[in-house]
C-alpha cells in the first residue's frame, strides 16, 4: 500500500477499489465485497431510528479519542438519547489528497474498534479524495440506524418537579480539544470525555419508566441543549451552578481564559430529565459504568407555559440563560 | 438571513439554529423542529436496503444539475440498482466559512425538488461548518434507506447468452462537467445525464423476472464497472465497441482530447444484465422513460469461470478491458 492518499484513491479505479478492500474492509468488515454498495439489513421491528452526523473536528487526534472513535460515539449518542437501540452505521469519508495512510489505518481502527465495543455494525461506506487544500485532511460522515423497542422510550411529558440529571462532569471535550490544538497557551491534562452511551443510557430506559427526555449536550454545551429542551417543550427549568459537575482543572482553564463550561462541548455525557420518584434510581445506574460516575442531579423542572432555562447561583440569585450566541470553538466536533 | 456562511452557523448554537430552521426545514420539512435529530421512521417489511455517498463535485452547478441534484439522484439510484425501492434520506453538509448563502438555499432546493420527483422523503439532516480554506464550498453526505420488496429483485444467478443493456448515452456527465470547469478549453453543449432513475428501474423489476443485476456506471465509468461485476461473478462478458452509444459532441471531445467514453463518469445511467428472453422488454421499458430513451444492448455474457470484460472492436478483434487506472478525472461526483 502507498504511503500517502493520491487523487487516483477516489477515481472509482484500481486504487479506490484497493483502498477499500484493505483498509476498509479489512478493519470492518467481513470481507463482503458489497460493503461498499448498498447493504441489506434484516430489522425486525417496524419501527426505525435514524441520524447523521459530519466530524469535522481538528486535531484528527486528540488526548481520549480520535475522530475515528468520535464518529462512531457521536452517533451512536444521538441513537441512545432519543430512545433507539443503535444497529448499524454507514460511513462517508472525504479524505484531503496527501493525507497520510497510517493516520488513515488508525482512524479506521478507531472506528472498529469503537463499532464492536458498542455492538453497532459498520455496513456501508464511502470514500471520495479531494485536491490538496481542499479540505483539511479528513471529514467523517456516519449515519446511524437503530431500532425503538415496543414500550421503551422517552415519554416526552414532562411533570413540575421532574428532575434534571447529567451524567458526567461537563466541558472536558471542549477543553481537551482546545489544549490539543494549542490554543489555550497552556497545558491541562484532561482528556475528552468521548465515549459510546448506549449500554449505559439503555440500562437507564430499561430499569425505570419515568425519564422523559434525553439528549446529549455536544455543540453548544449544556446550557444550550437544555434551552432547546425548553423552548421545544415550553418548561421553565432551573439549574444549580454549585451544583454542577466541573473537573478542577477544566474550572481552571475556563477561569483563566473566560470560557463558561455551561457552553463546553461534551462528548460522552447525556442529560436525562425524569420523574422526580425514579431520579435516586437513574443516578444509581448511571453511577455503576465508568462513564456515568460522576452522574448528579443539577436542577429541575419549576413550570410551565414559558420556555426559559435559569441558572440559580451560589448567592441565589437566578439569571436567565441563552443559548450559545456567536463563535466559541470551530470544528469542535 | 446572512448573506455568507460563518463559523457561528456552525457552532450549535442560535445562528446554526436559525440555519437550520430557515434553509433546511423550510425547504425539506413539515416544520418539525426534530428533523435535524434522529428521525422515528415506520417501515413495513423487514429486509431494509442502505447506502452512502458523499458528494465533493467541482463545479457545483453544471449544465444539466447541481451538487443537491446529485446528492439525491445518486443515491436514490445506488438503492434502485440495488432492486431496492428508496425511502428515505438523510443529508450531512460541510460548509466553508464564507460560502454564499443563496447558493445554498439554490442547493437545497435542488434537493428538495429531486427528492420530490423521486418521491423520497429527507428526514434527518447535519450541518458544520469548516473555516475558509478548510474545504472548497461545500461537501454533502447522502444516506439512503429503502425496502425490498418480497419477490422483486435482482436474481444474481447469471447464464450465458444473458444481455447487457445500458440505459443511455455514456459519458454524457463525465464531459459536461469538465467542460463546466474550463478544463477542455472548448465549450461543448453536453450536459450531464444526473438524474433519478427508481421509477423506470422499479418498472424493470416488476415487469420481469429474468433481471440478473443492475449497477450504475458512475465513477469508473461502463468499463469499470463492467469489470467489477465480471469479477465478483467470475463472468466473461463481450460488449461491442460498435453498439456503444455515445453522443457525437461527446464522441469529438473524446477523439480530439484522447478520452476514452468508456471510463467516463455517468450519473443517470443504468447497466442492466437480463436474460436473453427478456432483453426486448426491458429495452422497450427503458424506452418508455426519457432517461432510457437511448437504451440498447451492447453486449453479453459469453462465458463463465473467469472475470473479464472484453471489447469486441468495429475491425472484429477482441480487446480485454480493465478497471480505470490511474486519475482521470476527481472531484467528478
Known amino acids: ?56 473536528i481538528k486535531p484528527i487526534f486528540f488526548p481520549g479519542g480520535s475522530i475515528g472513535k468520535l464518529a462512531v460515539a457521536g452517533t451512536v449518542n444521538d441513537l441512545s438519547v432519543s430512545g433507539a437501540m443503535p444497529l448499524y452505521l454507514t460511513c462517508g469519508f472525504v479524505i484531503e489528497e496527501g493525507f497520510s495512510i497510517s493516520d488513515l489505518k488508525r482512524i479506521v481502527s478507531d472506528m472498529a474498534n469503537e463499532a464492536k465495543k458498542t455492538g453497532v ?18 471529514y467523517i460522515n456516519t449515519t446511524g440506524i437503530g431500532i425503538y423497542e415496543q414500550g421503551i422510550g422517552c415519554s416526552l411529558e414532562f411533570e413540575e418537579g421532574d428532575a434534571i440529571v447529567v451524567s458526567g462532569t461537563i466541558g472536558d471535550h471542549g477543553i481537551a480539544v482546545l489544549a490539543a490544538r494549542g490554543e489555550l497557551g497552556i497545558t491541562v491534562p484532561t482528556k475528552s470525555d468521548c465515549a459510546s452511551l448506549n449500554q449505559m443510557l439503555s440500562e437507564v430506559l430499561t430499569s425505570t419508566n419515568g425519564v422523559r427526555i434525553m439528549r446529549d449536550p455536544t455543540r453548544g454545551g449544556l446550557a444550550t441543549t437544555l434551552v432547546e429542551i425548553a423552548e421545544d417543550f415550553h418548561l421553565t427549568m432551573k439549574i444549580n451552578e454549585s451544583s454542577l459537575p466541573v473537573k478542577e482543572e477544566v474550572h481552571g482553564v475556563c477561569d483563566l481564559l473566560g470560557f463558561d463550561p455551561l457552553y463546553l ?33 443539577i436542577g429541575s423542572i419549576i413550570g410551565k407555559g414559558k ?13 436567565l440563560l441563552n443559548r450559545l450566541s456567536g463563535t466559541m470553538f470551530p470544528r469542535i466536533c
Do not use: C, W
Request: charged share 25%; net charge negative.
Open 1 to 56: 500500500m502507498e504511503k500517502y492518499i493520491s487523487l487516483a484513491h477516489g477515481d472509482g479505479g484500481e486504487l479506490s477499489h484497493r483502498l477499500i478492500r484493505e483498509i476498509f474492509v479489512e478493519a470492518f468488515g467481513d470481507g463482503n465485497a458489497a460493503m461498499f454498495d448498498a447493504a441489506s439489513l434484516n430489522i425486525t421491528g417496524s419501527k426505525i431510528a435514524v441520524t447523521t452526523d459530519s466530524f469535522v
Open 307 to 319: 420556555g426559559q432555562l435559569l441558572l440559580e447561583t451560589p448567592l441565589g440569585s437566578n439569571r
Open 121 to 138: 455494525t459498520i455496513v456501508a461506506g464511502d470514500t471520495k479524495v479531494v485536491e490538496r487544500g481542499s479540505a483539511d485532511g479528513v
Open 265 to 297: 462541548a461534551n462528548e460522552g455525557k447525556a442529560i436525562i430529565i425524569v420523574a422526580n420518584k425514579d431520579k435516586d434510581r437513574v443516578i444509581e445506574i448511571l453511577r455503576g459504568f465508568p462513564e456515568g460516575h460522576d452522574a448528579v442531579v
